[in-house]
């Protein structure tokens, strides 16, 4: 075994230094004690190499827009503050006049990719999520929309009265791009039942993922970490996800997504630490090793820990985004909006370089 001097405190962290380097797959046992090192700067070390390797010194950055049309959801999760009942004086939903105006508030804007999810909403017809589509591509062709988490897309499918394969094939050709990772918490049957027992189970979210796959629609996946999760939850949730991944290839990015307490029935629960924000993203790209990019959502993190992010695995740190409630609404002190100048200049300052991307990654010139 090598004994690498002065990169790890951590003895434990030596063999798997020898896996990642030989490019061998970590297993259950290495994502435990990744999780449990205090050594952050050797769990970084290691997951630079996979980063580096990857992606050299890139990385990227989009130029998009979040748009939440609706906050009504009938899955009362109880880490979730942005879920609200129909007679709850918070909630809302956007009429498709409103969403196309906001998407024509902003035509003059170089966005490639607008991101859109909601709650589960009880009696929204299908027709509204296949005319928010079709709307939103006639006044803006040329972007791609990310819309509706696999858990909106298996309640569509169930208000549709179709199978979710029909459900996507009608979304898609009305102008659906690809899926959003959320709605994945963490598939841990004692979290589900715990935190959001109506949801739709861990199968269920797979199985649409790994459907849209199939038909060559690409999606995200994303980990809920921070709240009563045990380190072996989430490094069962991260294999499963790489075990999908082995069998369609058609996730895109990994995002782990910082539980905020505020405003949830959890609500005595800490924020996440810096520490933990940077152990998940590290950590995603180590078990990972089949997907192509790690995004770091400064949204939750902050701009700051996505920036020292680049340096523990991340190559993404997602984008403008404009308008987001889903955090917000759980107490994030972030902004609403990153500019350009602001996202180049912290990945220029992390020594790495930028890259404008579009959702699928490519380059935007
Ligand atoms: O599914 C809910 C999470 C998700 C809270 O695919 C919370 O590129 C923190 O999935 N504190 C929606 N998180 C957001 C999401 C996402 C975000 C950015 C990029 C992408 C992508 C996907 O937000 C939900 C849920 O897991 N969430 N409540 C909360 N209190």
Redesign the pocket.
């Known amino acids: 075994m090598n004994q690498p001097n002065g990169l790890f405190t951590d003895q434990k962290l030596f063999p798997i230094y020898d896996k990642v380097r030989a490019q061998e797959r970590l297993d259950l046992d290495d994502g435990l004690a990744l999780y449990q090192t205090s050594d952050l700067l050797g769990l970084g070390h290691l997951a630079n190499l996979v980063r580096e390797r990857l992606h050299g010194s890139r990385a990227y950055y989009i130029y998009n827009q979040h748009i939440n049309y609706s906050n009504i959801c009938i899955n009362g999760c109880r ?4 879920g609200k009942t129909r007679q709850d004086p918070q909630a809302y939903e956007m009429s498709l006049e409103e969403i196309f105006a906001k998407v024509r508030e902003r035509l003059a804007e170089p966005i490639t990719e607008l ?1 859109i ?1 909601g709650g589960l909403h009880p009696d929204l017809p299908f027709s509204y999520y296949v005319e928010m589509l079709k709307g939103i591509k006639a006044i803006r062709p040329q972007v791609h929309i990310q819309a509706f ?1 696999a858990v909106e897309i298996a309640h569509l499918a169930h208000i549709a009265q179709m199978s979710v394969i029909d459900t996507l094939e009608t979304l898609k050709e009305a102008g659906l791009g690809s899926l ?4 994945a ?1 963490v598939f841990s049957p004692r979290i589900r039942q715990a935190l959001c027992p109506r949801k739709l189970p861990p199968e269920g979210w797979l199985e649409v993922a790994q459907t849209a796959h199939r038909l060559g629609l690409k999606s ?1 996946a ?1 980990m ?1 970490y921070g709240h009563i999760e045990t380190m072996a939850e989430r490094v069962e949730h991260l294999l499963r996800l790489r075990a999908a991944q082995d069998e369609t290839d058609g996730f895109l ?1 990994f ?1 782990p ?5 505020r405003n ?1 029935k959890l609500e005595h629960l800490n924020d996440t630490t810096g520490f933990d924000d940077l152990k998940n993203l590290a950590v995603a790209r180590l078990l990972l090793d089949n997907f192509p990019h790690i ?1 770091a ?1 400064w949204i ?1 993190i902050g701009p700051k820990i996505a920036q020292l992010s680049l340096s523990f695995g991340v190559n993404d740190i ?1 984008g403008t985004v404009m308008e987001e409630r ?2 917000h609404m ?1 107490g994030a002190q972030t902004a609403q909006a990153l500019t350009r100048a602001e996202l180049l200049h912290l990945i220029r300052e992390a020594g790495r370089e930028p890259l404008e991307r579009d959702t699928l990654y490519n380059v935007v010139s």
């Open positions: 880490f979730c503050a942005f991101h999810v988490t959003p990772g959320g709605g918490e995200n994303t809920l990015a995002i997504l910082a539980f905020h307490p949830t995004k959502f939750m997602d889903i955090t759980a």
